[in-house]
């Protein structure tokens, strides 16, 4: 229905006198506008980096699938060419939205594209709260460092319950931390060597700061790796655990109290408050069981490359793409990127 609005757009354009054409453009432009204003819903498809691309016959599957369950869809509003396409749509949920969207675009075998659905009003978020470990960084950073004890593997073992809500997360932490008493306290040196940050992560953090938005790193690994990765990415603050060292070693103690699941959201309540902020302004990002009460309590929660405990409590996911992905989900174009 909006295309034939464009269609008569470009028509008059074309065809009326010129003393008419101009006020019957205007109107009908008007009428768009308001046609756009009561699109109370937006559907983000987005390609990682590399090979895969959205093409126009996708987008149109889209669109095609969603008008079959009733919405009325906008035109294609392209964020990156190839890369990033909304849809806005109203007269559906947003969750019907991307499980048709999912069909569509699955029509012939699986493709790595990822869709996120949510509210057009408030879309870019003023507060940012991120998980560290296997989110903001490749990997999990006490995984790592068990690896200079010779014990990576039976830790990696215990992490993977904990994050996988199988494990209480303050068991979990106290559990493998005690295992690494005695280490000496040169590996955190070594280990912070081995971090890698995740594809688009200063993207994601620098972007959203130059457009206002209080950026935070909580994480349920140690201030050791979570301060210099504040630095490093440029969050405004970060949050972590606090390992014992008593004379260069480590004690296999973390000191409390201990930052797990709860304390990730009394952080985004409270810093959401000391901001004056509604928790529709916010945003969250993690992967794993700990995170999962910050993903609820978030305007939006995203779980990111996650294990399906989050990904099923969380409003939005990423499975395929790099962190700016949560950028597009929030409505930026490529060429408001700071990389």
Same mark, same amino acid.
């Given at each position: 229905?909006?295309?034939?609005?464009?269609?008569?757009?470009?028509?008059?354009?074309?065809?009326?006198?010129?003393?008419?054409?101009?006020?019957?453009?205007?109107?009908?432009?008007?009428?768009?506008?308001?046609?756009?204003?009561?699109?109370? *819903?937006?559907?983000?498809?987005?390609?990682?980096?590399?090979?895969?691309?959205?093409?126009?016959?996708?987008?149109?599957?889209?669109?095609?699938?969603?008008?079959?369950?009733?919405?009325?869809?906008?035109?294609?509003?392209?964020?990156?060419?190839?890369?990033?396409?909304?849809?806005?749509?109203?007269?559906?949920?947003?969750?019907?939205?991307?499980?048709?969207?999912?069909?569509?675009?699955?029509?012939?075998?699986?493709?790595?594209?990822?869709?996120?659905?949510?509210?057009?009003?408030?879309?870019?978020?003023?507060?940012?709260?991120?998980?560290?470990?296997?989110?903001?960084?490749?990997?999990?950073? *006490?995984?790592?460092?068990?690896?200079?004890?010779?014990?990576?593997?039976?830790?990696?073992?215990?992490?993977?319950?904990?994050?996988?809500?199988?494990?209480? %997360?303050?068991?979990?932490?106290?559990?493998?931390?005690?295992? *690494?008493?005695?280490?000496?306290?040169?590996?955190?040196?070594?280990?912070?060597?081995?971090?890698?940050?995740?594809?688009?992560?200063?993207?994601?953090?620098?972007?959203?700061?130059?457009?206002?938005?209080?950026?935070?790193?909580?994480?349920?690994?140690?201030?050791?790796?979570?301060?210099?990765? @504040?630095?490093?990415?440029?969050?405004?603050?970060?949050?972590?655990?606090?390992?014992?060292?008593?004379?260069?070693?480590?004690?296999?103690?973390?000191?409390?109290?201990?930052?797990?699941?709860?304390?990730?959201?009394?952080?985004? *309540?409270?810093?959401?408050?000391?901001?004056?902020?509604?928790?529709?302004?916010?945003?969250?990002?993690?992967?794993?069981?700990?995170?999962?009460?910050?993903?609820?309590?978030?305007?939006?929660?995203?779980?990111?490359?996650?294990?399906?405990?989050?990904?099923?409590?969380?409003?939005?996911?990423?499975?395929?793409?790099?962190?700016?992905?949560?950028? %597009?989900?929030?409505?930026? @174009?490529?060429?408001?990127?700071?990389?």
């Amino acid at each position: 229905m909006v295309d034939g609005y464009f269609s008569a757009i470009s028509n008059a354009k074309d065809d009326l006198p010129l003393a008419v054409g101009p006020a019957i453009i205007n109107a009908l432009e008007f009428f768009i506008d308001t046609a756009f204003d009561n699109m109370d *819903l937006v559907l983000t498809i987005i390609a990682p980096p590399g090979r895969t691309q959205i093409s126009d016959a996708i987008v149109q599957r889209v669109r095609g699938a969603l008008s079959h369950l009733g919405a009325e869809t906008a035109p294609p509003d392209w964020l990156a060419p190839s890369k990033a396409c909304d849809i806005a749509f109203s007269g559906l949920a947003a969750q019907q939205a991307v499980a048709s969207a999912r069909t569509a675009i699955d029509e012939k075998g699986p493709v790595a594209i990822d869709i996120i659905a949510g509210k057009t009003a408030g879309r870019r978020k003023k507060m940012l709260i991120a998980d560290m470990d296997s989110t903001i960084v490749t990997s999990e950073t *006490l995984d790592e460092l068990a690896d200079f004890a010779g014990l990576k593997d039976k830790i990696a073992k215990i992490t993977q319950r904990a994050m996988q809500g199988e494990m209480g %997360f303050e068991e979990a932490v106290r559990a493998r931390v005690s295992m *690494l008493k005695g280490l000496d306290e040169g590996a955190l040196e070594k280990t912070m060597k081995r971090v890698k940050l995740t594809n688009g992560a200063k993207t994601l953090v620098q972007t959203m700061k130059a457009n206002g938005a209080h950026t935070i790193l909580v994480s349920g690994g140690f201030t050791y790796f979570t301060d210099k990765v @504040r630095d490093e990415v440029g969050f405004d603050k970060s949050y972590g655990n606090k390992l014992g060292i008593k004379n260069g070693k480590l004690t296999g103690e973390v000191m409390e109290p201990i930052l797990g699941k709860d304390a990730k959201l009394k952080v985004l *309540l409270e810093s959401a408050a000391k901001k004056k902020l509604s928790l529709s302004d916010t945003v969250s990002i993690g992967d794993g069981a700990n995170d999962v009460p910050m993903l609820g309590a978030a305007g939006s929660g995203i779980a990111f490359h996650a294990h399906p405990i989050a990904a099923d409590n969380a409003s939005g996911r990423i499975d395929h793409s790099d962190l700016s992905a949560v950028l %597009f989900a929030q409505g930026y @174009r490529i060429e408001e990127f700071i990389i």
